[in-house]
């Protein structure tokens, strides 16, 4: 039952990550209302325009990639919305807000996200074993139903926005929030 359980959670990672990744908008500081900007869908991996409104946050994946510190990506990701929902049972989202994550599940065919908990989480900065490349990510309790029972740590890793359990990849995020129609 727990890998069952563990095999959806990562196949909605994976979902999540690509949907989100269709509907990622990049803003800098200094931009303004109607301003057309490029993003990255990591589903087709081709370049699409989409027209961005002024607005306090959010930051594009692609950006996060860019940040020198812990500092700066802890301030690019604040206020950020992460979710996973292109595939399986449950879906996931989490909401990064001052030093806590926010963390929500969803059945899809319920109609709406499910409040399952917030804990603190921790950044630190790492290089990868494969090719040294220096990335960073959040570590933190998992609070949502289906990943909570594992009582395990989770990794959100901001150099590919996949969550890892216990050293498992659970699939891709993308930056942006799902509403139901």
């Known amino acids: 039952m727990k890998k069952y359980?563990?095999?959806i959670c990562v196949i909605a990672l994976f979902a999540i990550g690509f949907t989100a990744s269709d509907e990622e908008q990049k803003e800098s500081p200094s931009s303004s209302?109607?301003?057309?900007?490029?993003?990255?869908?990591?589903?087709?991996?081709?370049?699409?325009?989409e027209t961005v409104e002024e607005k306090a946050v959010p930051t594009s994946p692609k950006a996060v990639s860019?940040?020198?510190?812990?500092?700066?990506?802890?301030?690019?990701?604040?206020?950020?919305?992460?979710t996973h929902i292109t595939r399986g049972?449950?879906?996931?989202?989490?909401?990064?807000?001052?030093?806590?994550?926010?963390?929500?599940?969803?059945?899809?065919q319920s109609g709406k996200w499910r409040y399952d908990g917030e804990s603190q989480f921790e950044l630190s900065e790492k290089r990868s074993e494969s090719d040294g490349k220096r990335y960073f990510e959040a570590t933190f309790m998992p609070k949502t139903e289906s990943l909570a029972?594992?009582?395990?740590?989770?990794?959100?890793?901001?150099?590919?926005?996949?969550?890892?359990?216990?050293?498992?990849?659970?699939?891709?995020?993308?930056?942006?929030?799902?509403?139901?129609?």
């Not at 940040?67 to 992460?82: C, G, H, S």
């Open 89 to 108: 049972d449950a879906w996931l989202r989490y909401e990064f807000v001052g030093n806590t994550v926010k963390q929500y599940g969803a059945l899809p």
């Open 5 to 7: 359980n563990l095999t």
């Open 66 to 82: 860019q940040i020198k510190d812990i500092n700066e990506l802890r301030q690019a990701i604040n206020n950020t919305v992460w």
């Open 149 to 181: 029972m594992f009582e395990l740590p989770v990794t959100f890793n901001f150099r590919d926005y996949h969550l890892y359990l216990n050293g498992q990849d659970m699939g891709g995020f993308i930056m942006a929030d799902y509403e139901w129609d």
């Open 33 to 49: 209302k109607n301003e057309t900007t490029e993003v990255v869908n990591n589903s087709t991996a081709s370049i699409e325009e």
